[in-house]
Each structure stands twice: as structure tokens, then as C-alpha cells.
């Protein structure tokens, strides 16, 4: 139980800070739009929504990153390192973005009254992301489409979207270092106290 929550704790430290944070989506997450994020751009709106949500764990953060000249984008960011996977995570995800979603058209109708019920008017992208470093491989649908019952009669009507999965197993401490940053560094850290070892 201490090592669980050292983990959460060093895992807080990376999601919580916004310079970690934006060297995180540099790092692992292949999408151009992303690379020229500052530290500025970045707003934590986990306070909000962790008490909404009966399963949330002290780790999960909620982002909200202002794009320049584009509309705002929400980053879900979910920690996994029990020593099972979590088959639950796809519909966990499905939830947050509800929320997010939600919260997002209730405060743009605060500011233009009505502005959601407009044909012009769209719901920002939501990215979520689940950071995983237990031991077993990751084994869980990252679609959760297929997390549904009769997919195929019913694919149409049923949520489709992916989660981006940062797997830590999947890197070499070389992959890691490569990065170089402070990022890396503080990652290379807590696998040397947790006694977890890399990919060879």
C-alpha cells in the first residue's frame, strides 16, 4: 500500500504540473497540434470534477488547454498501476467526457445564453489518456464499441472513440532517457525506488 500511494503521489507531481504536462503530451502523445503547447496554455479543472465522479481516484486530472486560434481542448488523464488491468477503463473514460462535455455547454450558455441550442455551435474535442505501468500486459478494448454487447447489429448507435494508452512497459530505460527532459528523469526515478524494472 506504501508503494501505491508513492506512485500516485510521483504520478500527481507529473500530471499536476503544467510544464511536466506539456512535456508528457510531447513525449507520448503523436499529435502535431500538441507539440506547441506552453505551460500557459493549460488550465487543472480536476478540483470541479473529481467530486462528481463516484469513482475517481486521486491521480485522475482533467485539463483544459486553450488552444491559440482553435477551440479549447480537454485532456482526461487517467493512472493505472494496480497489478491488473482495469477492463472497466474505456466506460470510466465514456463517463469523464460526459461530464466535461456537459460542464463545458452549461458554462458556454452562461456566457451567450442559448449559444448551445445554435446550429453553429460545437462541443470541443476531448482526448483521454490512460497511463499505465502495472506489471501484466494491457489487454483491455481500447475502443469501447467493442466493450458493447451486439456491436455489430447496433454499431451506429453505440459511442465510438479510442483512448490514447502510454504503456511504460513498452519502453526501454534508453527510449526514456532519449527524451531528455525532466520528465524522464523524474520517471526514471520512482521506477528505480518502486523497484519496477523496464522493457530490455
Do not use: C
Amino acid at each position: 500500500m506504501a508503494i501505491y500511494h508513492a506512485k500516485d503521489n510521483s504520478f500527481k507531481l507529473i500530471l499536476g504540473n503544467h510544464e511536466l504536462f506539456v512535456e508528457f503530451l510531447r513525449d507520448f502523445i503523436s499529435i502535431d497540434l500538441l507539440k506547441d503547447i506552453q505551460p500557459e496554455d493549460i488550465e487543472d479543472l480536476t478540483e470541479r470534477f473529481l467530486p462528481l465522479f463516484q469513482n475517481a481516484q486521486d491521480s485522475d486530472m482533467v485539463k483544459r488547454i486553450n488552444l491559440k486560434g482553435e477551440a479549447p481542448l480537454f485532456v482526461i488523464a487517467i493512472v493505472e498501476h494496480e497489478s491488473q488491468v482495469n477492463y472497466r477503463s474505456s466506460f470510466k473514460l465514456l463517463q469523464y467526457i460526459t461530464l466535461v462535455l456537459d460542464s463545458y455547454e452549461k458554462d458556454a450558455n452562461r456566457e451567450t445564453p442559448g449559444i448551445s441550442a445554435t446550429r453553429d455551435f460545437r462541443y470541443p474535442p476531448v482526448l483521454p489518456v490512460i497511463f499505465y505501468d502495472g506489471k501484466a500486459p494491457w489487454t483491455a478494448e481500447k475502443n469501447f464499441l467493442n466493450r458493447t454487447a451486439l456491436n455489430g447489429l447496433f454499431r451506429k448507435y453505440i459511442p465510438k472513440f479510442e483512448y490514447e494508452l502510454v504503456d511504460l512497459n513498452r519502453y526501454t530505460r534508453e527510449d526514456i532517457l532519449r527524451f531528455n527532459d525532466m520528465l524522464s528523469f523524474i520517471m526514471l526515478i520512482d521506477k528505480i525506488e518502486t523497484h519496477d524494472g523496464f522493457r530490455s
